[in-house]
């Protein structure tokens, strides 16, 4: 029998590990292999756990009936009379390290804004230069549970002005695809001599932002791949306030928004803000009453939108609301938008929680963060990938299968906004299979339910964290 704990797991090791043991917490494995296996696996470790530590312990034929390994740590494994024990850093070691006690520069702003929020007052500087921060990073590929970032870059934007800027390249740990070299212009030869480790970029990255609003084109997309390294190295991924800039490309609603941000009305078809490609994605419909307002939503909802551009409710539709409560709160409206766009015609199995009703087909999403819960995804065969319609040379191995055979790519964690469809109910197990929209599935149990709710509306703060 053999407990083996890492702290900071690459994604490679841990798709290893998984062929030989069972983790049963984040990082803790356990399984009962030969002496040839445990110290094949050891080995592994050492040789892939870069800046992480490992402890591993194991039955042993000696007087303690164990023994251990540990890599990376700062407690040392002494032999006192036959005895094996661990001796601990003294506490002024961590002093000599370099290490300051205190808050980070970045951590000092942010509670400073959160500060000025709840007082409802902002610094001179504030009320006079405006400034944000624009980012844009570059990575080896689409996926952030297996790719890595290969650069970071951000500029501060002062009244219009740029101000200051940040850029590093990466040391990744495995070759850049020839295909993501032609796209950025980043070669592994340059990252290798101007790279530095991840966990060093992203704080000063993180520092370099600090409160200051972020704008990004797919701010999402590196949202994901930000806060997956930061899981991934021990790191917190700080609260930021973003805005996806790809909504301003030629769209009424931002438009609309820059209208009314200066005292003007909605624009009109024949304006000379119009222009041929403007995107139909902006109706103002005028209605005083609660009952004929609920109607235009379901309306809207149902298939009047597609002459103007086949717009399809669960694919590209996503009904704001501001409050939770109320006939045109999410609660009201989630229950007559499952009324009309997932009746249960075929009487499939449902399962009800207090006046809830989950059935397949419904749209939900996580309304908590969970690290632990356990997800898989159909594994993308080893070859040729695609990205932007362009072919892409797939440098993805069997690394994140729990066993070669089975095809599936594991991982841990589903965060607060990530939404999804509900496909199966099983009531012999008490469980809910649910595919999240990066097409990875988790099963929830009936007792997890709560952490999840529908999504046919959403409020529109949570819109806002989501920048839909």
């Keep these: ?103 980070s520069n970045a951590a000092k702003q942010r509670m400073g804004a959160k500060k000025r929020r709840r007082s409802g007052s902002r610094s001179d500087a504030d009320s006079v230069e405006e400034s944000f921060v624009i980012i844009d990073i570059e990575t080896t590929g689409l996926a952030a549970e297996k790719d890595e970032i290969l650069e970071l870059g951000a500029i501060r934007v002062r009244s219009g002005k740029c101000v200051d800027e940040y850029q590093q390249l990466i040391l990744v740990h495995n070759e850049i695809p020839e295909t993501i070299t032609g796209l950025t212009g980043i070669e592994n030869a340059s990252v290798k001599a101007n790279g530095i480790p991840i966990q060093d970029a992203l704080a000063a990255f993180y520092d370099f932002i600090g409160s200051s609003m972020v704008l990004g084109y797919c701010i999402d997309f590196d949202k994901k791949f930000l806060e997956t390294e930061s899981q991934r190295n021990g790191m917190d991924f700080p609260e930021m306030d973003t805005y996806d800039v790809m909504q301003a490309a030629k769209s009424k609603i931002v438009l609309n928004a820059h209208r009314v941000n200066s005292g003007l009305g909605f624009i009109k078809n024949d304006d000379e803000e119009i222009e041929e490609d403007t995107k139909q994605d902006f109706f103002f419909i005028r209605q005083n009453s609660t009952e004929k307002m609920l109607q235009e939503v379901i309306s809207l909802s149902t298939g009047r939108l597609e002459k ?115 496909i199966e109910i099983d009531e012999k197990e008490k469980v809910v299979k649910i595919q999240f929209d990066d097409e990875k599935i988790a099963w929830y149990e009936y007792a997890d339910l709560d952490q999840i709710e529908h999504s046919y509306a959403i409020t529109i703060h949570k819109a806002q964290r989501k920048r839909i």
């Design 1 to 103: 029998m053999i407990v083996l704990t890492i702290a900071n797991c690459p994604p490679k090791l841990r798709g290893d590990l998984s062929k030989w043991l069972l983790e049963i917490n984040t990082g803790v494995y356990v399984g009962r292999v030969s002496a040839r296996v445990r110290e094949a696996l050891w080995q592994r470790v050492c040789e892939n756990i870069r800046d992480g530590q490992a402890t591993m312990v194991f039955t042993a034929n000696n007087e303690q009936h164990m023994d251990f390994y540990v890599h990376n740590t700062a407690w040392e494994p002494v032999d006192l009379d036959g005895i094996k024990l661990m001796k601990h850093p003294h506490r002024h070691n961590a002093a000599e390290s370099g290490l300051k006690a205190g808050f």
């Design 308 to 422: 103007f551009g086949n717009y399809d409710f669960f694919k590209n539709i996503q009904v704001l609301t501001p409050t939770k409560k109320g006939p045109l709160g999410t609660r009201e409206l989630n229950k007559a938008l499952q009324a009309v766009l997932n009746p249960n015609v075929d009487e499939l199995p449902e399962r009800k929680m207090g006046d809830v009703v989950y059935r397949v087909g419904d749209r939900v999403m996580q309304i908590k963060n969970n690290y632990d819960i356990t997800w898989e995804r159909e594994a993308k065969p080893f070859g040729v990938g695609k990205i932007d319609g362009k072919s892409e040379e797939n440098s993805w191995t069997s690394m994140y299968l729990a066993k070669p055979k089975d095809k599936k790519e594991i991982g841990t964690g589903v965060f607060n906004g990530e939404m999804g469809t509900i």
